[in-house]
């Protein structure tokens, strides 16, 4: 703490700055906060501030960056309080294949990546066989924060968090959506039906083709679902090359 009035008036402006202030208005005029000597970084962080929509707006944002930095603090269902990460979705914003899964698990949640434990690693090699890494696709979940011991995503915070799936894939605009597991499509597809008759079909899922696959973490317990999951995956590629 300085005893000088000038410091002391410059630091006062400098945290008004800090908190995003931009102005200060007096009686009849109003002047800059900003000193010629803050730093660089302050004018880009309180730009950025201006810039990232309000949580309630994320439908603003209009990009996957923007997107994140939107809704990373969301706390809109019970989940928000008791995950270690919030995990966003990875892979190419310009996707022509996007992965979903239902929710992120504990290496997930550890990490703030989907897909990343041992199932992540089948969904690797899977992607492999067919040439592709995962930089090429996208792999989100339904939901962006793990429910407690991996229990199935109550329909609640299902709802609550889709909305931000729904513009993810929006702002990505994949050919093809393809669902890992049965939760995760009756949930979008808003059915009861089975993952067998979901399977080997085609589903509109606000205007994207979607299709359904065995989860990589089933195919891990059952090993006879390898040979569907790679004919699905073989159609996959067939459909897309069919789309380009
Ligand atoms: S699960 Fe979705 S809605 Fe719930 S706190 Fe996490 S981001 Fe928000």
New binding site residues.
């Given amino acids: 703490m300085t005893d000088n009035p000038r410091q002391q008036a410059i630091d006062y402006f400098r945290q008004l700055a800090q908190m995003g202030e931009t102005v200060v208005y007096r009686p009849f005029e109003s002047i800059s906060v900003l000193p010629e000597t803050t730093p660089a970084i302050n004018q880009q962080e309180s730009q950025e501030a201006i810039d990232v929509p309000s949580i309630d707006n994320f439908d603003k944002a209009t990009d996957l960056n923007q997107l994140f930095k939107t809704?990373k603090n969301?706390?809109?269902?019970a989940?928000?309080d008791t995950?270690t990460n919030?995990v966003f979705g990875v892979g190419n914003p310009n996707a022509q294949i996007m992965f979903i899964g239902e929710a992120p698990g504990h290496d997930e949640d550890m990490k703030g990546e989907p897909f990343v434990g041992r199932a992540g690693q089948l969904l690797n090699k899977v992607l492999a066989a067919l040439e592709l890494k995962r930089e090429d696709v996208y792999i989100a979940n339904i939901?962006?924060?793990r429910p407690p011991n991996n229990r199935d995503p109550e329909p609640e915070?299902a709802a609550?968090?889709e909305p931000?799936l729904i513009h993810q894939i929006k702002l990505i605009q994949p050919k093809i959506i393809c669902c890992l597991g049965r939760i995760a499509a009756q949930r979008l597809l808003q059915t009861n039906m089975t993952l067998g008759q979901m399977r080997d079909r085609w589903f509109d899922y606000h205007g994207t083709l979607l299709m359904v696959t065995y989860h990589p973490a089933a195919v891990l317990r059952s090993p006879s679902y390898k040979r569907p999951l790679w004919e699905d995956m073989q159609k996959m590629m067939a459909k897309l090359k069919e789309l380009s």
């Fill in positions: 809704i969301c706390h809109k269902c989940l928000g995950r919030f939901l962006k924060c915070e609550t968090c931000y």
